[in-house]
């Protein structure tokens, strides 16, 4: 059974500094796809940023971006410029190709405070 | 239309009520989820939809019984509940094909038990 583990429950970070989120999962398959959901306090989860297994150009968007290690499992998400409305929690999650019922295996999940 | 629309916000209720909690999406998704969250976890899956049918029931007590009327709506029929199922409760829908399979989640209901 595939497991995701994210190892850092909280993290701060000055406002404008860079910051870095840890995931490592656990999987035997070669094809799947990851993803970094954040929960503002607000409680609506938005998703952040989607890397699919079987490509190895780490994906980015905007101010998001991904260090996708495969062989090592690892599947970090760096924030740059942070400002305050990414105060959040911030949950790594796993989707196997071949789940037909689509289920997400989800990280503990890491508080990320943002200092003015 | 990309949103996943929740009702009500915010429901209290005593043991003995029945209530229902809805959950509306247009993006086509053939794919529809409810999600149990306690405060700082993250979410645990309670029931899959996948075309109308339900696919996954995760254990979940008889007191809690999900309907799918059709592919753009999702409801949760509460009955009989218990203190401890207090929680926010979220909808999510995703498409289902192997491309396009991100879950895009609503703002939630967030129950009280009284």
């Known amino acids: 059974a595939q497991t995701v583990t994210q190892s850092q429950p909280e993290m701060s970070v000055q406002e404008a500094e860079t910051v870095t989120l840890s995931c490592t999962y656990d999987t035997s398959e070669s094809d799947y796809y990851l993803f970094w959901y954040k929960q503002p306090p607000s409680r609506q989860m938005i998703l952040v940023i989607r890397?699919?297994?079987?490509k190895q150009q780490n994906a980015t968007e905007n101010r998001f971006s991904v260090n996708f290690q495969k062989a090592a499992k690892s599947f970090s998400l760096k924030i740059s410029d942070s400002q305050l409305g990414d105060a959040a929690m911030y949950f790594c999650?796993?989707?196997?190709?071949?789940?037909?019922?689509?289920?997400?295996?989800w990280g503990a999940g890491t508080k990320l405070i943002i200092k003015p | 239309d990309t949103e996943v629309t929740q009702t009500p916000k915010h429901l209290v209720m005593g043991m003995t009520n029945k209530k229902s909690l809805k959950c509306e999406q247009h993006m086509g998704h053939r794919a529809m989820y409810w999600y149990k969250q306690k405060a700082k976890k993250p979410p645990e899956l309670m029931f899959v939809?996948?075309?109308?049918?339900?696919?996954i029931n995760e254990s979940v007590p008889s007191r809690f019984s999900p309907e799918c009327p059709n592919s753009s709506l999702l409801n949760l029929h509460l009955h009989a509940l218990q203190p401890e199922d207090s929680a926010l409760y979220l909808c999510?829908?995703?498409?289902?094909?192997?491309?396009?399979?991100?879950?895009?989640f609503g703002p939630g209901t967030r129950l009280t038990v009284l």
């Open positions: 999650a796993y989707r196997s190709v071949m789940d037909s019922n689509y289920q997400l295996i």
């Open positions: 939809y996948s075309y109308e049918k339900l696919s």
């Open positions: 890397q699919e297994a079987y």
């Open positions: 999510a829908s995703s498409p289902t094909s192997k491309k396009r399979n991100e879950q895009f």
